[in-house]
């Protein structure tokens, strides 16, 4: 049940008049007399948080001017929770919930009636002015239900991820760049020697792509495992925490970073069209594992000095736009390539003159392999709409496309490809080959000593000492022996 509150308590002092919080918050609300060493609990945290709102409620209602409708209003108040404006007679006012307390949601709406008379509205039971707070967990249980199984949504899709991302890059390593080149989108190119130079660099960057994927859903998962249960662990904010919460953030980087280099790759190839050297990697790898230790590097001296909470969980501070700056930036870049891209495969497929559905068709394919890569859907849905049920929509659609991002990109450049597809058929229809042949010679081998046998056994039955079929017993010798060597490779 949620409590009500005193609407008379903004007449008076700030801390006087915080206990007049009725007696079923007292749990919540921490009492204890103030020692020499305070601990800090989450009962405190809560009071406090509820007092800092209680002193810019009251800052702001002495800043701002006196109501000059006509007419008759509600004053302005404090009713223990949330600051209220001055309301017109006969309206319904509201405001998101608070978010002191872990089962109040904050996009939901609380609300307070001020009636025709001029006065608020008063709870016909205790006779005291009432906030109507109810909606605000009225969802908690689905709530926690829904954050269950993001939670684990989370997991599974990085452990995915990883595992697809480790056959992909052992794909990659082990056949050769000619029979392995992962060429999503198709160049005018046809020189054999620049194809496959063009495709052993382009395999690097994705091997370098695919290592930042696994790393990035490594450290996710033990930051899922290890901090985010175990609040025993944040109370304690060990240094190993926080470390692990830095190599976190600093993968996140390189994740959207090597997107933005092969972003950049990309646009070379098809845009610039570059083809006649290779191009130089080491700006690749600059960019990718070592640009993001910049913006990491920052946010953990700044987090250090201006929001050292523990294990640096929090996300209420400006100080992750740090990291998540240009990471914005990288995807941004991303959207402006796609585009670029996207408009040239258009022009080049308008100009071999070919069917209308069919050059739009392979545009959109190109575009559709092209999303995963670059990351362009945190660019195209970066907004989580209030409405609960378009909410909870968007959740799973977010997790999906972050969490099994690994999962996709290697399912669409690795498993799906067609050149990976071919080679991994060459190297099945090969090994088939081979061991079929070895069990050939195997059985011929065991044939050939069974019929060697034999024809050590043969004439004692077939030569009986009649010199008119000594000639004819002998060529019987000599056939018998071919056909049971036939007869052992047709049986093998």
Not at 127 to 137: E, P, Q
Not at 170 to 177: D, E, L, W
Not at 239 to 249: G, N, R
Not at 372 to 393: D, H, K, M, T
Request: proline share 5%.
């Amino acid at each position: 049940m949620i409590p009500s509150f005193n609407g008379q308590t903004a007449q008076n002092g700030i801390i006087k008049k915080m206990p007049r919080i009725v007696p079923s918050l007292s749990s919540t609300v921490n009492y204890t007399d103030p020692t020499l060493e305070p601990v800090v609990t989450e009962n405190s945290v809560i009071r406090q948080k509820i007092i800092d709102s209680q002193f810019k409620c009251y800052e702001r209602m002495n800043r701002a001017p006196p109501y000059k409708k006509k007419g008759l209003f509600c004053n302005r108040t404090w009713d223990g929770w949330l600051c209220w404006d001055d309301t017109p007679a006969g309206r319904l006012t509201a405001q998101n919930c608070p978010d002191y307390f872990p089962d109040f949601d904050p996009t939901e709406r609380a609300s307070k009636y001020c009636d025709e008379t001029g006065n608020w509205f008063r709870h016909p039971e205790s006779n005291r002015t009432w906030s109507n707070y109810t909606l605000c967990n009225s969802f908690t249980s689905e709530k926690l239900k829904m954050a269950f199984i993001l939670y684990y949504m989370a997991i599974v899709g990085h452990a995915l991820s990883i595992t697809s991302l480790l056959i992909s890059l052992a794909i990659f390593f082990y056949f050769k760049p000619s029979q392995a080149g992962v060429d999503a989108i198709v160049t005018a190119n046809t020189e054999g020697q620049i194809r496959r130079s063009l495709s052993c660099q382009r395999i690097t960057l994705h091997k370098n792509l695919f290592c930042s994927y696994v790393l990035n859903s490594m450290f996710t998962i033990a930051h899922l495992i290890a901090v985010v249960p175990n609040p025993s662990l944040v109370k304690r904010d060990p240094v190993s925490c926080k470390v692990l919460q830095f190599f976190h953030q600093y993968m996140l980087g390189c994740n959207y970073f090597w997107m933005l280099c092969e972003g950049i790759y990309l646009h070379t190839l098809i845009v610039v069209a570059v083809f006649a050297e290779e191009q130089r990697l080491h700006w690749y790898y600059l960019l990718g594992w070592g640009f993001p230790l910049v913006p990491a590097s920052i946010h953990a001296v700044a987090r250090a000095r201006y929001f050292n909470d523990n294990c640096w969980m929090s996300v209420d501070t400006h100080l992750l736009y740090i990291v998540h700056g240009p990471v914005m930036a990288a995807l941004l870049v991303n959207f402006f390539f796609l585009l670029n891209i996207v408009r040239v495969l258009v022009t080049k497929l308008r100009d071999t003159h070919r069917a209308e559905s069919n050059m739009y068709m392979k545009a959109v394919r190109a575009t559709l392999i092209l999303v995963p890569l670059l990351g362009i859907q945190f660019v195209i849905i970066p907004w989580r709409p209030e409405n609960r049920l378009a909410g909870e929509i968007y959740d799973y659609i977010m997790h999906i496309l972050m969490h099994y991002q690994g999962l996709l990109v290697a399912t669409i450049f690795c498993f799906f490809n067609g050149e990976v597809q071919g080679a991994l058929k060459r190297q099945w229809t090969q090994y088939k080959t081979q061991w079929g042949q070895r069990r050939r010679e195997h059985c011929s081998t065991r044939s050939t000593s069974y019929t060697a046998t034999s024809i050590t056994e043969v004439p004692v039955y077939l030569y009986h000492h009649d010199p008119n079929n000594e000639q004819l017993n002998g060529r019987y010798v000599e056939d018998s022996e071919l056909v049971a060597l036939k007869s052992g490779e047709t049986s093998a």
